[in-house]
C-alpha cells in the first residue's frame, strides 16, 4: 500500500505562515487532499489536487490563504498556510486517491491511504 509522511507543521502567531509538505512513495500521479481535524471535530476537507496539478479546489474557510501544490519528479504536494488563523489550528492530514475517483475529493471516502497527520497550531 502507499505510504505518506506529513511534515511542516508547528506553533505560529496569528497571521503568519506554514509550509506542509508529503512525501508518498511509490507513484506520485494520483489525486492528492489535505483534510484537517481539530480535537472534539470530524476530519474536514481542506484542499484537493489532480494528478498532474492541473486542477485544485480549496474548502471556503481557506480559499485565498491556502494554496496547493505538487512535483511529482519529488513525490511531493504541498500545502501552503498563509495569514492564519486560530480556527486553522487541528491536525492535517494527507490522503491519496489510487483509484483516481476525483468525484469524492472533498469525502474521507474519497480517499485510499492517509498520513500520520502533523499538528498546526496558531495562537492569538
Known amino acids: 500500500q502507499a505510504q505518506l509522511v506529513e511534515s511542516g507543521g508547528g506553533l505560529v502567531q496569528t497571521g503568519s505562515s506554514l509550509r506542509l509538505s508529503c512525501v508518498i512513495s511509490g507513484r506520485a500521479t494520483y489525486p492528492m487532499g489535505w483534510f484537517r481535524q481539530a480535537p472534539g471535530k470530524e476530519r474536514s476537507f481542506v484542499a484537493a489536487i489532480s494528478w498532474n496539478g492541473g486542477v485544485t479546489h480549496y474548502s471556503d474557510s481557506v480559499?485565498?490563504?491556502?494554496?496547493?501544490?505538487?512535483?511529482?519528479?519529488?513525490?511531493?504536494?504541498?500545502?501552503?498556510m498563509n495569514s492564519l488563523k486560530p480556527e486553522d489550528t487541528a491536525v492535517y492530514y494527507c490522503g491519496v486517491d489510487v483509484k483516481r475517483s476525483g468525484s469524492n475529493y472533498a469525502a474521507e471516502w474519497g480517499y485510499d491511504y492517509w498520513g500520520q497527520g502533523t499538528q498546526v497550531t496558531v495562537s492569538s
Request: net charge positive.
Open 63 to 80: 480559499r485565498d490563504r491556502f494554496t496547493i501544490s505538487r512535483d511529482n519528479a519529488q513525490n511531493t504536494v504541498w500545502l501552503q
